[in-house]
């Protein structure tokens, strides 16, 4: 994770003022940028952004604006828990029945153990990528 400051000099192709929008910071430009909670910040803002791979907007993990102590994650709690679960339900669906067909009742027990275990630990792990992300931002200086 890599956190940077980066000041929207000028915001422009941004026709809705939700969603997708293109900008010029420091000489550079950057095209079809689309940031958590989809706002599209004013000419000027300065935001705290955290990116996954440095410079990749496809990658921002979380977001504040620097003038408040506000932090908008990529994926929230109930996002990341909800993901697990639509993973969860993909895979269980053939796993149990498999499991139940050819290794009986203690096997998709032992099967669902696995799975259960599986979505709490990935829920684990990207609620504490928020807290970090949730950290780094509100450690930065306001703007």
């Given at each position: 994770?890599?956190?940077?400051?980066?000041?929207?000099?000028?915001?422009?192709?941004?026709?809705?003022?939700?969603?997708?929008?293109?900008?010029?910071?420091?000489?550079?430009?950057?095209?079809?940028?689309?940031?958590?909670?989809?706002?599209?910040?004013?000419?000027?803002?300065?935001?705290?952004?955290?990116?996954?791979?440095p410079g990749d907007w496809?990658?921002?993990?979380?977001?504040?604006?620097?003038?408040?102590?506000?932090?908008?994650?990529?994926?929230?709690?109930?996002?990341?828990?909800?993901?697990?679960?639509?993973?969860?339900?993909?895979?269980?669906?053939?796993?149990?029945?498999?499991?139940?067909?050819?290794?009986?009742?203690?096997?998709?027990?032992?099967?669902l153990a696995a799975l259960?275990?599986?979505?709490?630990?990935?829920s684990r792990r990207g609620?504490?990528?928020?807290?970090?992300?949730?950290?780094?931002?509100?450690?930065?200086?306001?703007?």
């Amino acid at each position: 994770m890599q956190v940077e400051r980066i000041c929207f000099e000028e915001v422009f192709d941004a026709p809705s003022r939700r969603g997708s929008f293109s900008f010029r910071s420091g000489g550079k430009s950057s095209y079809g940028v689309q940031l958590p909670g989809r706002p599209v910040p004013r000419a000027g803002a300065v935001f705290g952004v955290a990116f996954g791979r440095p410079g990749d907007w496809s990658t921002v993990l979380g977001t504040r604006d620097l003038a408040t102590q506000r932090v908008t994650l990529a994926m929230p709690a109930w996002d990341i828990v909800m993901h697990q679960f639509d993973l969860l339900w993909l895979l269980a669906v053939p796993l149990l029945a498999g499991s139940l067909l050819f290794g009986g009742a203690l096997a998709a027990l032992a099967m669902l153990a696995a799975l259960a275990a599986g979505v709490a630990a990935f829920s684990r792990r990207g609620m504490r990528q928020n807290r970090r992300v949730r950290a780094a931002l509100l450690a930065m200086a306001p703007a």
